[in-house]
């Protein structure tokens, strides 16, 4: 968020912001879809967690990625390998996705595929551990990655996005061995934003931590599905 | 920067924050001060750098620190250790510096100490490695930090930092043997968004690399000084 924008501008941007969120929302729950919004500073490793979740799951559901970069789609290249449908969103300048952004993917999702058929949407956000927390897109819950390279300092110094993030993922944990990172006071900042979010270590190249992750996914989705259903 | 904005919103925006650069460099510029804006990912360490420069270099030349963060003033608390002033901004919800937050610091410079004492001063912005690089602030030359954990591929996907770049650290390189990162790779793609920008591959950790930055700070600070003289 640019603070050099009066505070009227700031509100109307994020108020229509939301109303796109909430319509987007409204789409996946009519197709029955489970929307995550993955979200963290460039290379905490949010791409090749898509790989191994595509790879590990979509046997299990059927899902689709809606992929946002600045600019290139190296990273949608990297997922079309695991077959599934990879849409992809170059936000030019923008630092973040929006909701009328992912609103243009919804649609690609609805007129070149068949979006009823979709259990899971999973949307990369551009790498920044400010703006993405702010701006909604109609996900119905935000995981935010944060690598042990970063410090343990991050959710005080950051604390939109660890406030709003239903999960957080401690990513290359692998290396932790290497630096003078403290984990323990990492965990404590953390909850010092956000008591209940929660946290799950992983290093992509272990493989340790992944299967928790997993587990979360299927829980969200289970629990998503539930709420949907009783809405009917 | 945030797509939402019309193009008559954002014009208008950059405009004011150049004129406020503009502004603040005048100053600099009449103090004698060479001003460097230093910029990067979170967790890429630029308040290490910045540790490890004040300690190297105080007593060659007088230096003062404006320290950007969106909360606390945890950075400020570790540069003020090293006796030299450390002027915090918080930035709140704002995901990077611009000029008028910065002329607050540079105020506050001129009003607190004899500004025309100082040689250099250091920006540390926001960690974000998008949109510092679009709003100038008033420096001379723009530093970017890269850390070898974030990958070969940002250069190409977050360019503009990249294109801005008038020095680029990479970060952290005693981490290298641990990851499959190929500093080659990252080498050309840095080349491909800007030919010109002095690379430096440093380690906080072993000190590898940290001479040579110093030395580029103070060439950098002879080349301005040079170039104020001929203006005089």
Redesign the interface.
Known sequence: ?????NAA?ELN?LH??QEGADHNREHFDRWGITCLNLMS???AGKTVLLEQTLAALKDKFEMAVIEG????E??ADRLRKYDVPVIPIN??????L?S??VAGGIHTLEHQYNPTDFDLVLVEN??????PA?FEVGEHAKVALL?V???E??P?????MFQEADCLLIT?T??AP??DIDLERLTANVRQMNKDVTIIHVSAKTGAGLSQWFDWVGDRLKQNQASLARQI
Not at 69 to 72: A, C, E, G, R, V
Not at 91 to 96: A, D, Q, V
Not at 126 to 131: A, K
Not at 156 to 160: A, E
Request: proline fraction near 4%; hydrophobic fraction near 30%; charged fraction near 25%.
């Open positions: 968020m640019h603070q050099t924008f501008i941007l229509a912001n500073s460039p290379g970069d600045m600019t290139t190296l990273d936000t030019g300048r923008s630092c973040h929006d009328k952004m551009v790498g920044n551990l400010v703006c702010e690598s390279t970063e410090g300092d991050k005080l110094k950051y604390p939109v290359k692998d290396l290497y630096l």
